[in-house]
T-cell receptor, first 114, second 112 residues
Framework: EAGVAQSPRYKIIEKRQSVAFWCNPISGHATLYWYQQILGQGPKLLIQFQNNGVVDDSQLPKDRFSAERLKGVDSTLKIQPAKLEDSAVYLC????????????FGPGTRLTVL | SQKIEQNSEALNIQEGKTATLTCNYTNYSPAYLQWYRQDPGRGPVFLLLIRENEKEKRKERLKVTFDTTLKQSLFHITASQPADSATYLCALGTGGYQKVTFGTGTKLQVIP
């Protein structure tokens, strides 16, 4: 079974520029998560989707971050405009059927904002 | 306020010894607790899950305990190996819709 795919793996941008990240979860996984992981910290949930609906986006800075999962499969996370403090690794994870409670993570996208 | 605390200091142990990592939490009532391993440049990998009504879980050289009275979980790696060197994250299953909240992680270094 293929794992969670993310692209790009690395991105360097100037502050105030825009950037988008893509995630393809494990086939059949209804729940998809985007996390932000700042160096030395644990992953912080940004947004959680159940199929194509948003379950939790309470920690998503909505003035600059947006995410969508239009067909309930792959997802994109966008930052517009980026700030220096957005430098982090952005992790995508997916989870299968209810009761498994196991998240499968992608390799992450390392974002550097200069 | 809600907190999930793991040792911020790196843990260095000798190969063959048992490594014990701690996860303490406040102002949560988790339905379950998970431990993940994270290697540099990679996403976390799930290791073990223990539910609120369980005291202990084992998997090969790994053992997890969960004390909801003390609000603490201990994660043990017996007969540790250099390949066990990584950052270990605890995560609390905090409610419906399969939401987890992660701790800050503890870096383990197993010295040959």
């Amino acid at each position: 079974e293929a794992g969670v795919a993310q692209s790009p793996r690395y991105k360097i941008i100037e502050k105030r520029q825009s950037v988008a990240f893509w995630c393809n979860p494990i086939s059949g996984h209804a729940t998809l998560y985007w996390y932000q992981q700042i160096l030395g910290q644990g992953p912080k949930l940004l947004i959680q989707f159940q199929n194509n609906g948003v379950v939790d986006d309470s920690q998503l800075p909505k003035d600059r971050f947006s995410a969508e999962r239009l067909k309930g499969v792959d997802s994109t996370l966008k930052i517009q405009p980026a700030k220096l403090e957005d430098s982090a690794v952005y992790l995508c994870a997916s989870m299968g059927t209810s009761g498994s409670d196991t998240q499968y993570f992608g390799p992450g996208t390392r974002l550097t904002v200069l | 306020s809600q907190k999930i605390e793991q040792n911020s200091e790196a843990l260095n142990i000798q190969e063959g010894k048992t490594a014990t990592l701690t996860c303490n939490y406040t102002n949560y009532s988790p339905a379950y607790l998970q431990w993940y391993r994270q290697d540099p440049g990679r996403g976390p990998v799930f290791l073990l899950l223990i539910r609120e009504n369980e005291k202990e879980k084992r998997k090969e050289r790994l053992k997890v305990t969960f004390d909801t009275t003390l609000k603490q979980s201990l994660f043990h790696i017996t007969a540790s190996q250099p390949a066990d060197s990584a950052t270990y994250l605890c995560a609390l299953g905090t409610g419906g819709y399969q939401k987890v909240t992660f701790g800050t992680g503890t870096k383990l270094q197993v010295i040959p």
